[in-house]
C-alpha cells in the first residue's frame, strides 16, 4: 500500500528496490535535488520509511516484493496513469559466499540470485518501464562484474552470472523497445560500502551516488541501450 495518493509535480522517478543501501541513497539523492521519489519497499519498518517521514512531500512509498509476480502486476495497476522521468530497478542480492563456485553453490543460493537479480528484476521492467515518460530513461542497477570481458579473476562466479544475465535481458527488452524513445541503461555502480558491499569497498555512498544520479539524469532525451559506469564511461559488455 502507499503512504501517499498524490503524483509527483514536475521532475519524478520510480525506484524498484530503495529500503536502504544503494536504493535508499539514490531516493535521497533525487528528493535533495528538488525531484518527487516513489519507491519500494519490502518491510514496514525501512530506512526509506524514515526518509519519507522527514520528507513527506518528497518521497512516498509502496510495499513491493520482486519475486512476487502477483504483487508486481498488482503495483503496475496501481500505478496506471501515473508517469515518471526516470523508473530505476535498484533491488538485488548477493550470494552469501563469494567463494562459492559452481561446483559448491547450493542449488536454492543459485536460484535466489537468479529469481531475484534477473527474473525479479526484468520482471519490474517489463510491468513498470512503460512508466517512463517519452525521452525518460529506464534503468537497472547491474554491476562491473556482470562484464564478461573483465572476468579475470575467477571468483564470485554466481553473482556474476545473474548480472551478465540481466544485461543479456535487458538487451533482449531494448531489442524489443527499440522505437520506444527511452534510454535503457545498465548501471555499473562500482565497489562501494553498503551492508551488500561490505566495509572494505573502497568508496562511500555519500562520494558515488550523487555520480550515479549525474549519470542517469543526463541519459534523459538520449535513446538507446548503453552499459556505463558512474562516471558515464562505457562498461565493455
Keep these: 500500500m502507499s503512504n501517499s495518493t498524490a503524483p509527483g509535480i514536475g521532475r519524478s522517478i520510480l525506484i524498484v528496490g530503495a529500503s536502504r543501501g544503494l536504493g535508499c541513497a539514490m531516493a535521497a539523492e533525487?528528493?535533495?535535488?528538488?525531484?518527487?521519489?516513489?519507491?519500494?519497499?519490502r518491510g514496514a519498518e525501512t530506512s526509506l520509511h524514515d526518509l519519507a517521514a522527514e520528507r513527506p512531500d518528497a518521497i512516498e512509498t509502496e510495499t513491493l516484493d520482486i519475486t512476487d509476480h502477483d504483487q508486481m502486476?498488482?503495483?503496475?495497476?496501481?500505478?496506471?496513469?501515473?508517469?515518471?522521468d526516470i523508473v530505476f530497478v535498484n533491488a538485488g542480492v548477493a550470494n552469501r559466499s563469494a567463494i562459492d563456485?559452481?561446483?559448491?553453490?547450493?542449488?536454492?543460493?543459485?536460484?535466489h540470485a537468479m529469481l531475484t537479480n534477473v527474473l525479479g528484476a526484468m520482471r519490474a521492467v517489463e510491468e513498470l518501464g512503460g512508466l517512463a515518460g517519452p525521452g525518460g530513461v529506464i534503468g537497472v542497477m547491474s554491476s562491473g562484474q556482470g562484464s564478461i570481458a573483465n572476468n579475470a579473476n575467477g571468483v564470485n562466479d554466481v553473482y556474476r552470472a545473474s548480472?551478465?544475465?540481466?544485461?543479456q535481458a535487458m538487451a533482449s527488452?531494448?531489442?524489443?523497445?527499440a522505437d520506444s524513445g527511452r534510454a535503457m541503461i545498465l548501471m555499473a555502480p562500482g565497489w562501494i560500502r553498503t551492508d551488500m558491499g561490505g566495509a572494505n569497498a573502497p568508496f562511500g555512498i555519500e562520494e558515488a551516488m550523487p555520480q550515479i544520479v549525474d549519470v542517469l539524469i543526463a541519459q534523459r532525451d538520449s535513446p538507446g541501450l548503453r552499459f556505463l559506469d558512474r562516471h558515464g564511461r562505457p562498461v565493455t559488455w
Design 30 to 41: 533525487f528528493a535533495g535535488r528538488g525531484w518527487h521519489v516513489l519507491g519500494t519497499v
Design 73 to 84: 502486476r498488482a503495483l503496475g495497476k496501481r500505478l496506471a496513469g501515473r508517469q515518471f
Design 101 to 111: 563456485t559452481m561446483a559448491t553453490v547450493s542449488k536454492e543460493e543459485f536460484v
Design 163 to 167: 548480472k551478465a544475465a540481466l544485461n
Design 173 to 177: 527488452y531494448a531489442g524489443r523497445h
